[in-house]
């Protein structure tokens, strides 16, 4: 599992369409199809230990909380980090408090070239 930031320093002002106060900052790109949705966890609630289909992008939007890779070692997760599992890798993650996070699965997904490592846990 890696951990990544996403934080504004990292993106780059949008100056078309008139903008003002603006940054946009790309997150990953997709060379396949993928599916994108909203994951909402309630306080003290989980996401089951279970092996990703294909690789999942889990971009924290609202609250905190933790998640594992294959070693079920929590990692703290808040706002404007995401965690990225790659096919097979086995995983869970939760939140005492509430998390929200945007969930991307493709089969081609590369984060690396947009966003900052954080941490990186085998």
Known sequence: MKIYKFSKKHGK???KYQSHLA????MAQAN???TIGYMY????????YHEAPIAQLFIVVEGEGWVTGENRKRIPIRRGEAA???KG???????????TAIVIQSEALHP??????????A
Do not use: D, R
Not at 41 to 48: F, K, L, N, Q, S
């Open 13 to 15: 002002k949008v100056e």
């Open 23 to 26: 940054t946009y900052v790309k």
């Open 32 to 34: 396949e199809a993928a």
């Open 41 to 48: 966890i309630e306080g003290e609630g989980t996401v089951g």
């Open 84 to 86: 990225l599992w790659g």
């Open 89 to 99: 890798e086995w995983h869970t993650s939760g939140s005492e408090t509430g998390m």
């Open 112 to 121: 690396e070239a947009f966003m900052e490592i954080k941490k990186q846990h």
